[in-house]
């Protein structure tokens, strides 16, 4: 019987470990929320998950924004590719050093105007290995690699939209930097999932020894 619950627990702990790696292990721009025709920050999180460094990130730019300034990262450089009426569709940001190692993550700063009637911003993007593999970070919510979505909210117009639009300027920086909350909160769900199932196991066992 000991041998029993002792695989059990592992089971359930192995499987918690793997369900909050994955779950927060995502390529995602931020902010998540934004105001239609506010000017914002974006940034691209980007994690490394491989045993080898991230060498080049690649962003596809939705119609639904507009984008026009980058920050300069060290020991990263950009380029990007415009359309024939000269709005830039994609950048890539490419490491001119060791890149992102697997245990490290990054942060790729841009700036631009949200549409006037965005509903949402899907951004489409590309993560290439020091080994050449790539993943395309562009399925749906709920693919295994699945695109960042910023949801877009109506501009209420006047004072209270110009409130609503630096708010959402201060929050992408804040998001970016100290998004602690949301990225535990897999892990949180997860050690809930685990405890409940050690308190069903144990009361089971009571039951049995009973009977």
Do not use: C
């Not at 239609?36 to 991230?54: A, H, L, M, N, W």
């Not at 489409?124 to 593999?133: E, F, N, R, V, W």
């Amino acid at each position: 019987m000991k041998k029993q619950v002792t695989a059990l627990l592992s089971t359930l702990v192995l499987s918690t470990i793997a369900f909050a790696g994955t779950a927060s292990a995502h390529v995602v721009v931020y902010p998540q929320e934004a105001t239609q025709g506010s000017y914002e920050k974006f940034t691209v999180r980007v994690p490394t998950e491989k045993d080898v460094p991230t060498t080049k990130v690649k962003i596809d730019i939705p119609k639904d924004v507009e984008i026009s300034r980058f920050e300069p990262k060290e020991g990263w450089k950009y380029n990007i590719q415009k359309d024939s009426s000269g709005l830039i569709t994609s950048v890539t940001w490419t490491a001119t050093g060791a890149g992102l190692s697997p245990t490290e993550f990054g942060e790729f700063n841009m700036q631009g105007k949200v549409g006037d009637n965005a509903k949402k911003i899907i951004w489409k993007a590309y993560q290439t290995y020091k080994d050449g593999s790539t993943v395309a970070w562009e399925g749906p919510a709920d693919a295994e690699t699945p695109a960042s979505i910023t949801t877009v909210v109506k501009d209420n117009g006047g004072e209270e939209g110009s409130h609503a639009s630096a708010t959402n300027q201060v929050a992408a920086g804040n998001e970016a930097t100290d998004n602690n909350s949301a990225s535990t909160l897999p892990v949180t769900l997860s050690i809930i999932a685990l405890a409940l199932g050690v308190v069903s196991l144990i009361l089971s066992l009571r039951k049995n020894k009973q009977n």
